[in-house]
């Protein structure tokens, strides 16, 4: 979440509700899942009555649905993704979740995970996404001509026997190179299995990038694979 959207979330919130409090950044998994929580990538809003904090009182549940009401009404003003509140599930009955990004990052930050930025031009750079995401280090490059927006991107190392959407994201990268993994694409679908065939073919690219070649793809091989 940028600086700029949380701040004018928490700066339209407060307006009409004078009285919320903010929670932001927490590196966690969401409760009974295996998936990170957007806390992790400081992406997402919890909001509660500052006289109540997270508290499933029925006092205090009135507010956080006269609160969700109000965040539906300004979902596209505040660039909001989803909204989660006492209505939704019985791990939202104390607060509202307002959520700033779309699910499918693989690994936050403060869990290892590496970051892209990547502009709408095309042009991705690596490095800390800086304070205005919730973390310490050198912002992104400034934008360049034609770069009008950016989408910070995270990417986490991919090597043999991984699989899930990251594993499937580098087939795809890998065949978009013409070192299509062989035996993992069911009608140009990948199938997010990063076994032998896809260690092969991540080699054989790096041997053709320039980079050490050990069939990981981490930090380096992702900046190669994301180049245009």
């Known amino acids: 979440m940028s600086k700029k959207a949380a701040d004018q979330l928490r700066e339209q919130v407060l307006l009409a509700f004078p009285d919320a409090q903010f929670g932001i950044t927490n590196c966690r998994k969401i409760s009974g899942s295996s998936s990170w929580s957007q806390h992790s990538w400081s992406g997402a809003n919890d909001i509660t009555h500052k006289d109540h904090g997270y508290s499933s009182n029925p006092t205090h549940q009135v507010?956080?649905?006269?609160?969700?009401?109000?965040?539906?009404e300004k979902m596209e003003l505040l660039s909001l993704?989803?909204?989660?509140?006492?209505?939704?599930?019985?791990?939202?009955?104390d607060h509202v979740h307002a959520d700033h990004w779309p699910k499918g990052?693989?690994?936050?930050?403060?869990?290892g995970g590496s970051?892209?930025?990547?502009?709408?031009?095309?042009?991705v750079v690596?490095?800390?996404?800086?304070?205005?995401?919730?973390?310490?280090?050198?912002p992104p490059e400034p934008p360049q001509g034609g770069d009008d927006f950016m989408l910070t991107i995270t990417r986490s190392t991919v090597e043999n026997g991984d699989r899930g959407d990251m594993a499937a994201t580098a087939q795809s990268l890998l065949a978009r190179h013409s070192f299509p993994p062989s035996n993992t694409f069911?009608?140009?679908?990948?199938?997010?299995?990063?076994?032998?065939?896809?260690d092969s073919a991540t080699r054989a690219f790096q041997g053709s990038a320039g980079l050490g070649v050990d069939g990981v793809i981490g930090p380096n091989t992702w900046a190669a694979l994301e180049a245009s």
Do not use: M
């Open 126 to 138: 690596s490095g800390d996404p800086g304070p205005e995401n919730g973390y310490v280090g050198a």
């Open 81 to 93: 993704k989803s909204i989660l509140g006492p209505d939704y599930n019985s791990a939202h009955a």
């Open 115 to 123: 970051h892209r930025t990547q502009y709408s031009s095309g042009r």
């Open 63 to 72: 507010w956080l649905r006269e609160l969700v009401d109000w965040l539906r």
């Open 105 to 111: 990052y693989s690994t936050p930050p403060c869990a």
């Open 186 to 198: 069911t009608n140009n679908v990948p199938d997010g299995i990063f076994g032998n065939a896809s």
